[in-house]
């Protein structure tokens, strides 16, 4: 299996895109276009692509969990151990767990499959007209892991563990980190693999899998808390201080941005 991460540019938009050369997934229930299916008002899902992977994880939770009701016939023979299908159901339920932030957000979330798009391609990116985070997939082959790869990172942007410059030629954004990345290669299996298949990945592997993607991403953990994330907060500020677009997205933006407004309104109305 070969990866890459690639970053694109998309008029103003900004975009991760990732490429996954793998078995292919087929699950014949993905065809169900024409009965698409809302899981929250905030999800715009005309594909049915979240709420299928939505029914995919909550399924896979359900089924390992009564495996590990009855333990005495777990099938020994497959080499698969109530340790790891403990660890692959935690990773599952936190999922879910994510997903459940999603359907509950502010934030609008478009998914839709894209013909257009390089095939086995998956791509989030942020409106910045709309400030909805679409995620777009090709059609031809509904690589599930790519899906469940992208919604990882939607999630991450959920949490403010990641933010997405609107000039991508400035790079990632500023709270993007390689941990990001490998948690979404991560938890991107796990609807369909025993969590022991992804132990291979951890930050230093992917990296090294990907020298001239992820070179420049840093190790150290960035988040809306941590120092440099209430720096990007703080220039938001001053962007919206400054009346200039924010160079930056990230959840809850627009509340600093405002807040620069307010303060900017505030001192003209004094002059
Ligand atoms: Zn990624």
Redesign the pocket.
Known sequence: MSIR?VQILVGFCIS?T?ILLMQSCKLSHFCCRSTPVSSAPNIEDPDSIFANYDSIVHQRIKGIRRILARQDTMPADYGITIESLKRTKDGLVEIARGLEQMKHSEVIYYFYYDSNKVEGHGVTEINPITNEVEMSFRTKYKNEEVIG??IQ?AIEYERGQISMKRDTSKGFGTLYDISD?TQ?YWFARLAWYNITANDHFNDSTVKADNPSMYDSVPYERQDLGSPIGKQLKRNTEKEGAEGVPNSEFYKGWQKDYNKGRRLRSHTSNRT
């Open positions: 991460l991760f990732i790869h992208e990172h990345e979404a």
